[in-house]
């Protein structure tokens, strides 16, 4: 069986622009793409903590050091620049996979540059032993 896993995230990044004629995609700063394990051209899920909108999308890298956040097309009626999000990193993953997994958070500050990075370990094991 296949689960649908989170292997990275960046947590609270602003968003800087929201582009209506691009023809889509949310454009990232390549750095932070780097630290939270996105590939250019991987799906991604973001959701804003202003309005609770979900949307998924295909990650670009932008300028680096630029702490650009930009959704482009349709999502650009939903974010706007200053809006707080998460962006999302998710895999499906077989049983093996997770048990190596070591999902990375990217914290940022309010220009978008890394703050810390926390991997974090599954307590798989752990959680399964305590129910034996």
């Known amino acids: 069986m296949l689960r649908l896993m989170c292997k990275g995230k960046i947590h609270r990044a602003v968003v800087t622009e929201a582009d209506l004629d691009y023809v889509g995609s949310i454009t990232i700063d390549p750095l ?3 630290e939270a394990g996105i590939l250019p051209y991987e799906m991604v899920q973001v959701t804003s903590l202003r309005n609770a909108t979900r949307w998924k999308t295909y990650a670009i890298p932008g300028p680096a ?5 930009g959704l482009n097309g349709p999502p650009a009626h939903l974010f706007s620049p200053g809006d707080l999000v998460i962006i999302l990193s998710l895999a499906l993953m077989t049983p093996e996979e997770i048990e190596a997994l070591r999902p990375r958070v990217v914290f940022v500050d309010e220009n978008n540059q890394v703050v810390r990075v926390e991997e974090h370990d599954l307590i798989i ?4 032993e305590k129910r034996q």
């Open 65 to 69: 050091q630029s702490g650009k956040i």
């Open 32 to 34: 932070l793409m780097k």
């Open 125 to 128: 094991k752990e959680q399964e």
